[in-house]
């Protein structure tokens, strides 16, 4: 595969971050993304949230669009159910989290606020997604103390009641998916504290218990994290970035082939 720069979004004094792709019902690409904006007068720093639609008739990016809701908060990848989008947006006003929904992915409003569990302190980055019942979940970081594990949410229509639990593992970046037999994977950042290492994994998630059960684990390490996961034609592709080889930061692209048996799997 050979990779062609298409565009570069920029924010005059602002420092784009967490850019995440999805696919609105419209058909339309939208981008998302976090911005840190330092002002000149007094250098306070704020927290943004924007996004960005692909033009495909002009072959080029919207001009980037904050709402009224995007304003001191970081709201976090967004994930399609029907026709509405969901995000969850964490630090700034929603350090205690908040589930945003849009019809358009540009023009957000709150659905339940607070969102985080009151006991839990430091929950931030959250992926969400939907099981062919419409049953949600959200698998949640937290960082209240080192190691702190992360946390599994799920709830009903409309997503107003979340149950909480305890995983068994703690993890940075999440991103949850569900395959098209019915299990669950998430892949995730997993530090090692003890060694000073952290590498990009993927694993089983069991809805039931609310535990991993390691599957694979991806060639990376240093300054690792971000994965993105898409199914397509029995094949799990998955994005991340890494700095394992050498000392800069890259992007990586996994194409790992799937072979389903009944409800087991692995990769080929």
């Given at each position: ?22 696919i609105r ?14 002002t000149p ?7 943004y ?8 008739d002009?072959?080029?990016w ?13 709201r ?6 029907v026709?509405?989008?969901y ?5 700034g ?16 409003r709150?659905?339940?606020?607070p969102?985080f569990p009151s006991?839990f ?17 959200c ?11 992360a946390l599994?949410?799920?709830a009903?229509?409309?997503y107003?009641?979340w149950q909480?639990r ?6 940075g970046?999440?991103?949850l998916?569900?395959?098209s ?5 998430a ?5 090692n504290y003890?060694r000073?290492?952290a ?7 069991d809805?039931k ?14 300054d ?13 592709l998955?994005s ?6 050498g000392h800069?930061?890259?992007i990586y692209l996994?194409?790992i ?12």
């Amino acid at each position: 595969i050979i990779w062609q720069s298409q565009a570069v979004l920029t924010w005059q004094g602002g420092d784009l971050r967490d850019p995440k792709l999805s696919i609105r019902t419209d058909g339309q690409l939208l981008l998302t993304a976090g911005m840190r904006w330092s002002t000149p007068v007094n250098a306070r720093e704020t927290i943004y949230s924007l996004g960005s639609v692909f033009d495909a008739d002009n072959q080029a990016w919207q001009e980037p669009m904050i709402d009224a809701m995007g304003k001191a908060t970081w709201r976090w990848a967004p994930t399609w159910n029907v026709d509405t989008a969901y995000a969850v947006g964490y630090a700034g006003r929603d350090r205690q989290g908040c589930l945003y929904q849009s019809k358009d992915g540009l023009r957000w409003r709150v659905h339940v606020a607070p969102f985080f569990p009151s006991s839990f302190v430091f929950t931030n980055e959250s992926s969400l997604a939907f099981d062919s019942y419409d049953t949600a979940y959200c698998l949640t970081r937290r960082d209240a103390i080192r190691g702190a594990v992360a946390l599994l949410g799920s709830a009903q229509p409309p997503y107003e009641n979340w149950q909480w639990r305890k995983t068994n593992t703690a993890l940075g970046g999440p991103k949850l998916l569900r395959l098209s037999n019915g299990e669950w994977i998430a892949a995730f950042r997993k530090i090692n504290y003890r060694r000073g290492t952290a590498r990009t994994l993927i694993q089983k998630l069991d809805m039931k218990t609310a535990r991993f059960k390691p599957w694979l684990s991806l060639p990376s390490g240093g300054d690792t994290s971000y994965p993105g996961l898409v199914e397509s034609g029995g094949r799990l592709l998955v994005s991340y970035y890494s700095s394992h080889d050498g000392h800069q930061a890259r992007i990586y692209l996994a194409d790992i082939p799937l072979r389903f048996k009944k409800r087991s799997w692995r990769f080929r």
